[in-house]
């Protein structure tokens, strides 16, 4: 028997990696200012490898998507396949098992939640399981950076971290980006606008806004950053309600940097009439995701204002200091 058939004779493993939001410092993030992201664990992507029935080499199920392909029929480029050949790789072992990757998430995607690095992270651990190889979280965020680059050029990093780790990530571009611990519960609810998230073209506005009045965007840059600063201590001090006052101003600077929209604001006051602590776009703005941190009695009634405010999706999310290991 070979190493490769006893191997797929006993393999059985499941990984699972949650999704993610930028909290504070988009945009700045761009020109060299601290971001902040956390997970969003309540949503998720699963994979689970089984022993293979068709002793056709590795098969890859992507079931939401109803896909069900080889590993061997796809080029080296596909996101999934770069990660299994890094985990086989890594771990000595040749590509010719008789595997299948059942795959599920329940992560919107394309919209700034991070879904391909949490489906990439899913089949990383799960594979790392099944073949008995263990990864520690710096591994598997390398790993999966490798498939980023497949998706998305030149990404930060921020992604493959954050869903690795499952913790808060401090990001700075060009440096390793650094997870950090809660010292508090945060709630939080991320509604989605219903408007598409045109990140590219908010972020090529912002360039061309940069270029013509660059002394007023950079003051906005370095009022974001600051902010950002403080939003770190107030998570590790458990501070939810500065670190409400503090989104709010993120959000007012993001609209004076022209990436809010009609329907971000929307949502923004909606949430905070009903009583959060701060309300703000995440991510690319212009449409996409607001998101709102609340305490915990605030939930349903911000929720409920949320939905009566346009919100096409809610998701909600809780970070704890047993987020931490
Ligand atoms: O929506 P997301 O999570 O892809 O975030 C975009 C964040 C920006 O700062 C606007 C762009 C970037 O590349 O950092």
Not at 40 to 47: C, E, K, W, Y
Not at 309 to 318: N, P
Request: glycine letters at 10%; proline letters at 6%; hydrophobic letters at 45%.
């Amino acid at each position: 028997m070979t190493k490769s058939n006893s191997i797929s004779k006993r393999v059985y493993g499941r990984g699972s990696a949650p999704g993610k939001i930028i909290l504070l410092g988009e945009h700045a993030v761009v020109y060299g200012r601290p971001a902040i992201a956390v997970p969003v664990s309540d949503v998720r992507a699963h994979a689970t490898v089984q022993p293979g029935r068709h002793g056709t080499g590795i098969v890859i199920h992507a079931l939401d998507i109803g896909r069900h392909y080889l590993l061997d029929a796809v080029p080296p480029t596909d996101p999934i396949a770069c990660v299994i050949r890094e985990v086989l790789a890594h771990c000595g072992l040749p590509s010719h098992l008789d595997i299948d990757i059942t795959i599920t998430s329940d992560i919107p995607i394309a919209s700034g939640m991070g879904s391909g690095a949490a489906v990439a992270t899913a089949v990383v651990r799960a594979l790392a399981t099944a073949l008995a190889c263990p990864l520690d979280d710096a591994m598997v965020s390398e790993i999966v950076y490798k498939s980023e680059t497949l998706l998305h050029g030149t990404p930060s990093g921020i992604d493959n971290t954050v869903v690795a780790y499952e913790r808060p990530i401090w990001f700075v571009r060009g440096r390793p980006p650094a997870p950090f611990s809660v010292g508090g519960t945060f709630h939080l609810l991320i509604a989605d606008t219903g408007v598409p998230s045109p990140t590219r073209t908010t972020v090529g506005d912002v360039r061309m806004a940069w270029e013509r009045d660059t002394e007023r965007y950079e003051a906005l840059f370095d009022a974001i950053g600051e902010l950002v600063q403080a939003a770190r201590s107030a998570l590790q001090q458990g501070d939810a309600l500065h670190l409400g006052t503090l989104m709010q101003r993120n959000h007012t600077l993001l609209r004076e940097m022209g990436v809010s929209a009609e329907a971000n604001d929307r949502l923004v006051e909606a949430a905070l009439e009903a009583g959060a602590y701060g309300a703000k776009l995440s991510g690319g703005g212009r449409g996409g995701n607001v998101i709102a941190l609340v305490a915990e009695e605030q939930r349903a009634p911000v929720a409920h204002a949320l939905e009566a405010a346009g919100a096409v999706r809610l998701l909600s999310t809780t970070l704890t200091p047993e987020d931490a290991p």
